[in-house]
């Protein structure tokens, strides 16, 4: 079936650097969102984003943390300045509608050091 | 506190046997879906239901919004089977799905 694609697979980056996670989703979707699990816990909602704009985010989306689609291309996720607790994977997901099932893509591995 | 209580936490099945899964929720839900994470950490989608019952192969998955919770059913478990099963649940009004802390299946031969 349709596949979310994230790249890279994994990632290390020294404390305090930028990092840029990069997502793309289903071709024909129009909802995208960013999902955190830390290490064998649950999945926490991030943010969502649809025509451009960012609609909901939770209390784990920091100041430091952005997303965009520019142009229509990978839907990004960035983190700046990068924390030690930032180290999880990290899952971006689509959607074709506001209320319909989510694609998952196989996730980044991030870990900050 | 967590709007969506799952449970078992961990689940052990002999190859052949079934049991269920369930989540349970401490609101009204608009949605349900169903994921399995296998040992790559990938997640696979098993089930979205609004309402009702689906079934796919060995696996059966209901949601009842009005008493609020939701089963997976798996019959005549298989070894590639084995993995941690989340259910995520929608509420009116948000455009996000929260997520049960999983259940970890293991499917014993």
């Known amino acids: 079936g349709p596949k979310v694609l994230q790249i890279p697979s994994h990632q290390i980056i020294d404390m305090g650097q930028m990092v840029t996670l990069n997502c793309d989703p289903v071709?024909?979707?129009?909802?995208f969102y960013w999902y955190k699990q830390i290490l064998g816990q649950q999945m926490e909602f991030l943010v969502n984003f649809y025509n451009g704009k960012v609609m909901e985010k939770s209390k784990l989306f920091k100041d430091q943390f952005s997303v965009e689609r520019p142009d229509g291309s990978y839907f990004t996720l960035k983190i700046q300045p990068t924390a030690l607790e930032d180290s999880a994977v990290y899952f971006c997901?689509?959607?074709?509608?506001?209320?319909?099932?989510?694609?998952f893509g196989s996730g980044t591995r991030l870990l900050v050091i | 506190g967590d709007q969506v209580e799952q449970s078992p936490s961990a689940l052990s099945l002999h190859e052949g046997t079934g049991s269920a899964l369930r989540c349970n929720f401490t609101?009204?839900?608009?949605?349900v879906q169903w994921f399995q994470q296998n040992s790559r950490g990938s997640l696979i989608n098993l089930f979205y239901?609004?309402?009702g019952t689906k079934e796919n192969g060995r696996l059966k998955s209901t949601f009842n919004s009005k008493e609020s919770y939701s089963t997976l059913h798996i019959r005549d478990a298989q070894l590639e089977d084995s993995g941690t099963y989340f259910c995520a649940a929608e509420a009116p009004g948000y455009q996000n799905f929260y997520f049960g802390k999983g259940t970890s299946l293991t499917v014993i031969p």
């Open positions: 071709s024909n979707h129009l909802y």
């Open positions: 609101t009204t839900m608009r949605a």
């Open positions: 997901a689509s959607s074709l509608e506001a209320s319909s099932d989510y694609t």
């Open positions: 239901l609004a309402s």
